[in-house]
């Protein structure tokens, strides 16, 4: 690749306590690359993603998102959360705003969008997720995969160059699932770059460049999502693949 | 099975609905709850009757303490009587009216308050220039107004602006305390907690005696500061550091997933609290915070022992007049009164802001 990577981890370390959480975490994201991060749970998968936009510190190491490397500076904080998006496991909806104003309020007030246009915006993320008649309700008026999919839209609201999902399906009823990872293939077909948490492995197969496995904090594996499932290396690969795949 | 399917069955029985039936149910379900009924209603209507003709039947509306001490009832004549000095306290007699317009013009602002479709800047703006016009009709020295100076203000105003302008300051000071004590800047938080735990700790009644007499001690000698002043200072930071500890509750309350979002979505920390946050806290704590607001309302009485007259201790020297010294019970009823409707009123109108706020957001 002649781009420099897009986001960049050079050995990053991080500790809850005494607690080890991330050991040594390398990796770099290519513009518009699809990756996909699986692992046990407490594996500090959400860890190395909130890490990303600073929901988390990192103690050691460097982080780089378009080259601007997170530090304390909170100028660089903010430059970097405006470049990236993020998709939470139990959606985090504003519930005392209007669907609409949950993703206008973000181009508004960190923007300084004029209201009209962040609404025009709002209006074509939502018919792009498959809900523009919901614009007026409140989250709490919407099924679990209706609000998932209006996190989506408030994230793309703000136009950022990667989105981060962080289990986007797990809260969600089965028959809901399908219609959130439609969203999220859609969306990587638009050639979004990604780093999805998720063990949906189907949605895997078909979008992701590669696939990356964590275990107690580090990346023990990553590879293209057909040697990953095909020709598992490690043996704590192999046993996780058995875990979630076989019944 | 098929039974329970159809319609006629659903309906519970004609025993169990209606008045008969809430009767049956709640009053009349045994013996026992027999006897309790009867008891209760005899209870009720001997002491409704002996209220009724104490209060109304055998009661003197009108007329001179003589009038009443021949009357077996209560004796109202003594609200007419004093009246002046019960709702303006020692204000000057013959200028009645602009107490009582400034008494006036504060309910007007606060009636126009309530509507939601208000809120806003004009509506800000409005309470000021309320408060300077109240301030102007009080205290006079312009527009041919009398001088009045603030030692002679008394009664329902007093007792109104004290408890308005406490609300309105402490508010704001207490949000700021609330979010201080969360803070993760160590020096901010430990002030912030110095604060509402000196305040909270000690009774109102040592704060306004501290700040009416204590207070000047430090100042230099020849600087006074108004005492009335220092009263509203009194209750703003004893109020304050209730409604912080209340909004802490409040913002404690938010899941934390809604910081996250807004951080996520780039939003500085004030907005995050003013647009995400706060508005969610605020809400869960009505409740709390209007219990906080009653309680100052009625609390403002307790600046009688620095010698001001609120509605409370002008009610209760007015009757010191040995005339009407026996009709202690019917002045007090009557301050009783005053003070119910203004708690009242909060109370129901914070009862209709809950579901108001709620509207929409239920599942
Ligand atoms: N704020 C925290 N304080 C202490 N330990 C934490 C905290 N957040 C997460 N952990 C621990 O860090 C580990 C990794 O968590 P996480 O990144 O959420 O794992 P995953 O998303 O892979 O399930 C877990 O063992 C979890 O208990
Ligand atoms: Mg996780």
């Known amino acids: 690749m002649v781009d420099q990577p897009f986001i960049q981890l050079n050995r990053v370390n991080k500790w809850y306590g005494e607690f080890h959480v991330l050991r040594d975490i390398s990796l770099s994201v290519a513009k518009g690359e699809r990756i996909v991060i699986c692992g046990p749970s407490g594996s500090g998968k959400s860890t190395m993603i909130r890490c990303i936009n600073r929901l988390e510190e990192h103690q050691q190491g460097q982080i780089f998102v378009e080259g601007i490397e997170l530090t304390n500076d909170v100028k660089n904080v903010d430059a970097i959360r405006r470049e990236v998006g993020m998709v939470f ?72 160059k990667v989105m981060l999902f962080d289990e986007p399906t797990s809260a969600l009823d089965p028959e809901m699932i399908k219609e959130v990872l439609d969203v999220m293939v859609e969306l990587a077909e638009s050639g979004m770059t990604m780093l999805v948490v998720t063990h949906e492995m189907g949605f895997a197969r078909t979008v992701a460049d590669r696939v990356i496995f964590m275990d107690r904090g580090e990346i023990v594996e990553e590879d293209t999502p057909e040697e990953f499932f095909t020709h598992p290396k490690s043996d704590r690969t192999k046993l996780f693949l058995s875990q979630i795949l076989g019944h | 099975m098929t039974d329970i399917a159809a319609g006629s069955v659903s309906r519970p029985p004609a025993a169990q609905t209606g008045v008969v039936g809430w009767l049956r149910q709640n009053l009349f379900s045994n013996w026992f709850n027999c006897a309790l009924t009867f008891l209760a209603l005899y209870v009720i209507v001997v002491g409704g009757k002996a209220l009724v003709d104490w209060a109304l039947l055998d009661a003197t509306f009108v007329g001179t303490f003589e009038d009443c001490r021949k009357g077996t009832g209560a004796c109202w004549a003594v609200v007419a009587e004093k009246r002046h000095f019960m709702l303006f306290g020692t204000y000057p007699y013959e200028e009645a009216w602009r107490p009582a317009a400034a008494t006036a013009l504060f309910i007007v602002t606060l009636l126009v308050s309530t509507r939601r479709s208000l809120w806003g800047r004009p509506l800000m703006i409005g309470w000021i220039a309320s408060f300077i016009v109240m301030g102007v009709l009080m205290r006079g020295g312009v527009l041919g107004l009398t001088p009045v100076t603030t030692e002679n203000w008394g009664g329902l105003p007093l007792t109104l602006m004290l408890s308005s302008i406490g609300i309105i300051a402490a508010f704001p000071l207490g949000l700021v305390l609330a979010l201080g004590r969360r803070s993760t800047m160590p020096i901010i938080k430990a002030l912030s907690v110095a604060f509402i735990e000196l305040v909270r700790g000690v009774p109102l009644i040592s704060v306004l005696f501290m700040a009416s007499v204590m207070f000047p001690l430090f100042l230099p000698e020849g600087v006074t500061i108004d005492k009335l002043l220092r009263a509203q200072v009194g209750i703003i930071m004893f109020a304050a550091a209730y409604i912080a500890e209340a909004v802490r509750g409040g913002l404690q309350a938010v899941p934390k997933g809604q910081f996250e979002a807004a951080d996520a979505l780039g939003l500085s920390y004030w907005k995050s609290m003013r647009l995400i946050i706060l508005p969610q806290a605020l809400r869960i704590v009505i409740p709390p915070l209007v219990g906080i607001f009653i309680g100052m309302f009625k609390d403002t009485s307790l600046v009688l022992i620095i010698g001001l007259y609120d509605l409370l201790n002008a009610v209760r020297t007015s009757i010191n007049d040995p005339n009407w010294r026996a009709f202690g019970t019917e002045a007090y009823i009557f301050a009783a009164a005053v003070f119910f409707v203004f708690c009242y009123f909060m109370s129901k109108y914070s009862q209709y802001l809950e579901r108001l706020l709620a509207a929409g957001r239920n599942r």
């Not at chain 1, 923007?111 to 609404?119: G, R």
């Open chain 1, 89 to 160: 496991q139990s959606f985090n909806l504003f519930p005392h705003l209007t669907v609409l104003e949950n993703l206008t309020l973000a181009p508004i007030w960190v923007k300084q969008m004029p209201k009209a246009e962040a609404e025009d915006i709002a209006m074509t993320y939502l018919k792009r997720v498959q809900i523009p008649e919901q614009a007026h309700k409140y989250p709490g008026q919407l099924s679990g995969g209706q609000q998932q999919r209006v996190a989506i839209a408030r994230s793309l609201c703000m136009n950022p």
